[in-house]
């Protein structure tokens, strides 16, 4: 019974004639997944920051883990801004 009403569902669309393109242009879709991919990596820094700064309490010689460690959620960002560019925007 699904199906059918899917199938039917799915004709009336087609039929409509109306224009069926994307929601969104290819600026809007980069800008929104650059901007999610530089959400995740701030929401990953705000742990990892707090944690580097914690041991480097303790242990001054830890800061180059630390600084790795904080730095390297950033190259999520960049490989998003990477892809925009290749995609060409």
Same mark, same amino acid.
């Given at each position: 019974?699904?199906?059918?009403? @899917?199938?039917?569902?799915?004709? +009336? +669309?087609?039929?409509?004639?109306?224009? *069926?393109?994307?929601?969104?242009?290819? /600026? /809007?879709?980069?800008?929104?997944?650059? *901007?999610?991919? @530089?959400?995740?990596?701030?929401?990953?820094?705000?742990?990892? *920051? /707090?944690?580097?700064?914690?041991?480097? /309490?303790?242990?001054?010689? &830890?800061? *180059?883990?630390? &600084?790795? &460690?904080?730095?390297?959620?950033?190259?999520?960002?960049? &490989?998003?801004?990477? +892809?925009? +560019?290749?995609?060409?925007?």
């Amino acid at each position: 019974m699904s199906l059918e009403l @899917a199938t039917e569902a799915s004709n +009336v +669309v087609l039929q409509s004639g109306a224009a *069926g393109g994307p929601a969104l242009g290819p /600026a /809007a879709a980069s800008a929104i997944a650059v *901007g999610l991919a @530089a959400f995740g990596a701030g929401y990953s820094q705000r742990g990892i *920051g /707090a944690a580097a700064v914690g041991a480097m /309490a303790e242990d001054e010689s &830890l800061f *180059g883990k630390g &600084l790795i &460690l904080t730095v390297l959620p950033e190259t999520l960002i960049i &490989l998003a801004l990477i +892809v925009v +560019v290749l995609i060409g925007l």
